[in-house]
Nanobody
Framework: QVQLVESGGGLVQPGGSLRLSCAASGDIFSIYTMGWYRQAPGKQREVVATIFNSGFTNYADSVRGRFTIARDNAKNTVYLQMSSLNPEATAVYYC??????????WGQGTQVTISS
């Protein structure tokens, strides 16, 4: 199993930046992809960005060019650097890990609020 602990959420003004972190522990050698999802009030959870073991990254169209996902293998941590934030980015952000065995593990979520 993999355990995930997220941090870095908070209140940011429109146009601001924020960095989320997600530290993994447990069976980290089974990790295949690490990613970020978000769920806004009244909406379905959606993928934001994913990073593979190879370093390949993928982004939702709505965040491409403004968000950057990165992974520090030495710290077993994945980051999501968010910039040019707008109110539509307000959501609970979740870290997700997919293992080579096809199992998915989720973090507890961290609230991101964009408001003036």
């Amino acid at each position: 199993q993999v355990q995930l602990v997220e941090s870095g959420g908070g209140l940011v003004q429109p146009g601001g930046s924020l960095r989320l972190s997600c530290a993994a522990s447990g069976d980290i050698f089974s990790i295949y992809t690490m990613g970020w999802y978000r769920q806004a009030p009244g909406k379905q959870r959606e993928v934001v960005a994913t990073i593979f073991n190879s370093g390949f990254t993928n982004y939702a169209d709505s965040v491409r060019g403004r968000f950057t996902i990165a992974r520090d293998n030495a710290k077993n941590t994945v980051y999501l650097q968010m910039s040019s934030l707008n109110p539509e980015a307000t959501a609970v952000y979740y870290c997700k890990v997919r293992t080579t065995g096809g199992n998915n593990y989720w973090g507890q979520g961290t609230q991101v609020t964009i408001s003036s």
